[in-house]
Structure formats: C-alpha cells, structure tokens
C-alpha cells in the first residue's frame, strides 16, 4: 500500500497534508526542564506501523475527496463514495487477475504472461477499508454514520474476494486453528482412577459371594 500512495501523489503533484476536516497533530512536542529531562515520559512517543499506515490511508483518502468533482466533504460521504475510491485505487493495483476468457482462468502459478488486467488484491482492500473506518471514528464521525461500513462497501468487498479467488484460483477461507500442544496432551492423559470407577458402576463395588455355601454345597454332593 505505500507504493499506492507514491503512485496516488504522482498523479495528482501534490504533496498529501493533513485533511480540513476535525484533523490533530499527532507529533508529541515536549517542554525540556530539568525535573523531566530524565523521565521516560518526555522522549516522544512513536507510532505502529499500523498507527503509520491508517493516518497515510486517511490523508490519501482526504486527498481523494477534494480532488473530487464536485468536491466532497466527509460529512457528504456515503458508501456509493467509498466504492468510487475503491474502483479507482484498481489502476494502481499489481495484482494479476484472470478474466474467464483467459486459458490461465483459474490456475493459481500460470506459466505464460496474459494482457489480463492489474487489480488491487482483496486482502489489501479489506485491510484498507478497516483502517480507514477505525480512522473515521478517530476523528470524531459515529459509528452509525461510518461510510467504511456500509452494507454496499462489505457486498463489495465479498464479490471482490469471490471473483479474485476463482480467477486466480485460490482460496481465501480461513484455516482452523490448531490447538496447543498443552491441550492436545491434556486430552491424551487417561482419566483418574476415582473417575474410572465412576464410569464403570457400582458392579466393581459388590461383594463376592461367600465362600460357606461352596462348602455346604461340595458337602452335600458327597452323602
């Protein structure tokens, strides 16, 4: 995705600033002084990848809106909006996507190179889409007006990931997560043996007939 952005500043000549919208600083300035120039709590703090990566989507984004035609504000983005900033980050896709006329349709490592286009992946798109909806709330937007969110925008993405796993011929579900090796040897253990007993009944409980009426019975055989 950052090799979207370089490509999306390209376009437009513009350097991406901050948005015009209910934006904050989010570079942490200190006040030296001699009580807190030792405290671990003066040096600034530095953002996650992650953090990094939504506030560059956000600002793309922003970007996107006021080149726009009308221009757009955040508070007239719909999900029809955010579908038309989807369709447009394709031409800046690297990810080959088979059509059904293609004799590579379907083969995950195809062999030849094909005209076939360059669409952005899915995984990528999902991804963007939640950093972009946890940015929108972030900035003061409520989570019932989240444009990121949409019904239209998840359809979107579902067909995106269907088509893109049939033309390329992958799969995208998700696999199933192994248990710990604790647990599996945890299930292996046999049970105690106050449980075994439980299981078997109360048969192991009884006494054993008594040992006289054998006696009188080899008695009486023998008059």
């Known amino acids: 995705m950052d090799s979207l952005h370089q490509e999306f500043n390209t376009q437009h000549h513009t350097t991406i600033t901050g948005l015009p919208f209910n934006t904050t600083s989010t570079t942490i300035t200190t006040t030296p002084s001699s009580s807190s120039s030792s405290s671990p709590s003066s040096t600034p703090s530095t953002l996650s990848r992650y953090e990094n990566q939504k506030r560059r989507d956000w600002n793309t984004f922003g970007q996107y809106l006021r080149n726009h035609r009308p221009p757009l504000s955040l508070a007239r983005c719909s999900g029809a909006h955010v579908l038309e900033f989807l369709r447009y980050l394709d031409q800046f896709g690297k990810t080959k996507v088979h059509t059904q006329l293609c004799p590579f349709f379907g083969h995950p490592n195809p062999p030849a190179p094909c005209p076939c286009p ?13 950093r972009l909806r946890a940015a929108f709330e ?38 199933k997560r192994k248990k710990p090796p604790q647990q599996q040897q945890q299930q292996l253990q046999p049970p105690p043996p106050q449980l075994l007993l439980q299981q078997q009944g109360p048969a192991l409980f009884m006494s054993p007939p008594p040992a006289a009426s054998a006696v009188t019975t080899s008695g009486i055989d023998d008059q």
Do not use: M
Not at 118 to 130: F, M, V
């Open 138 to 175: 972030e900035h003061g937007g409520k989570p019932e007006n989240n444009p990121f969110g949409a019904r239209a925008v998840r359809l979107y993405l579902r067909e995106v990931r269907d088509s893109q796993a049939k033309a390329r011929g992958i799969s995208y579900e998700k696999k």
């Open 118 to 130: 360059l669409r952005q992946a899915w995984g990528s798109l999902d991804a963007l889409i939640g």
